[in-house]
């Protein structure tokens, strides 16, 4: 028995150096196969982890459709989105898990709605969302413009010929010609997009320096018709207000002109979607009256213009070219520009 076992572990040597030496020899003519003549299959094999999945197929989403194409609109303008008619999805879900997401090129992140209200000119990004498939997207390039803008202003926007303190114009106060103040000014940048648009004036009186007084009934019952029509307003003053009158409150804005304010607004603001524009002080040294303003435009989502730094600038004033200090303080050609840019910047 010892004499068969050893017999067979012979043969098992012997074969598993006869596979020894064949494998050698497979592997060599493999390294020597001629492809010049022969047509080789190139074998590709690729060992993955037990959690591998194959991706699936990409969605193919369907591309929005947008309801205005570019150009020109009113301030205010929906825009809606939707999906064409008739189209599917190569996936189970049905297309109503769709979403809808839009961008003006001035944000930084992607919103979601059906509709967007044109309250800025650019181009306007649209896509469509299912999970983490999105379609190509779509865009489109928007110009808003205003039809009626209502500039409520004290002397920097108009003042009449007043001889005792030598002035003789009927524009801005200390502007050099009508073309010159910003209330012109502003009035061409806007005509510039769209030229009926109207620019008005409405004088802000006592609500600067009286405003516990304001006649707000007799107000309305003369100018209710250019309220309605107005979507753009423009709030430029508080050089007249008495700014120790409305001292902060617990380090808020003065409660009782701020609501005081607010009703002022509020009867202006005759069209839900017009906008409002609220701008600091020009002078220096209205910190209260600046912090009405400006919470005032916070708390209600009003475009807030800061003229303070501009105000600061010496060479913005009409120095040297009137007599009277009180003209004098005015902002001159320079300054009335920047005012224009200041407040065209925010609404174009």
Not at 110 to 122: Q, V
Not at 183 to 191: A, G, H
Not at 195 to 212: C, G, H, M, Q, W
Not at 306 to 326: H, M, R, T, V
Request: net charge neutral; glycine share 6%; hydrophobic share 40%.
């Amino acid at each position: 028995m010892i004499r068969n076992l050893s017999i067979n572990m012979v043969h098992f040597v012997k074969i598993g150096i006869v596979g020894w030496f064949l494998l050698l020899h497979l592997n060599a003519s493999a390294q020597t196969v001629d492809c010049s003549n022969t047509k080789c299959i190139p074998l590709t094999i690729k060992i993955v982890g037990k959690d591998f999945v194959l991706p699936p197929n990409p969605l193919v989403l369907p591309v929005p459709l947008i309801s205005l194409q570019s150009g020109q609109y009113p301030f205010g303008t929906v825009i809606s989105f939707d999906i064409p008619v008739g189209l599917n999805i190569q996936s189970a879900n049905t297309l109503s898990q769709l979403t809808f997401e839009y961008m003006w090129d001035s944000d930084t992140v992607w919103r979601t709605g059906s509709e967007a209200a044109l309250k800025k000119s650019g181009v306007l990004s649209v896509r469509t969302r299912l999970g983490t498939s999105t379609s190509e997207i779509q865009k489109h390039t928007y110009q808003i413009f205003y039809k009626q803008v209502l500039l409520i202003g004290n002397s920097f926007t108009q003042h009449g010929p007043y001889e005792p303190i030598g002035w003789t114009g009927n524009w801005g106060m200390a502007a050099s010609a009508p073309d010159k103040d910003y209330k012109s000014t502003l009035e061409r940048y806007l005509q510039a997009n769209y030229s009926d648009t109207k620019v008005k004036i409405f004088p802000t009186a006592r609500i600067e320096n009286d405003f516990y007084n304001y006649d707000f009934d007799f107000q309305k019952s003369v100018w209710q018709s250019t309220f309605e029509e107005t979507d753009l307003i423009v709030l430029r003053f508080g050089e007249n207000v008495k700014d120790w009158e409305i001292p902060m409150q617990d380090g808020k804005a003065n409660k009782a002109y701020k609501e005081i304010l607010i009703r002022f607004i509020n009867m202006i603001k005759q069209k839900s979607s017009a906008r409002v524009v609220i701008t600091s002080v020009f002078w220096q040294g209205f910190p209260n009256t600046n912090a009405v303003f400006k919470e005032v435009a916070d708390e209600n989502g009003y475009d807030w213009v800061n003229l303070i730094e501009i105000g600061k600038d010496d060479s913005n004033y009409a120095y040297g070219l009137f007599a009277d200090p009180g003209v004098a303080k005015h902002p001159n050609d320079k300054g009335m520009k920047a005012i224009a840019d200041l407040i065209y910047d925010k609404i174009k």
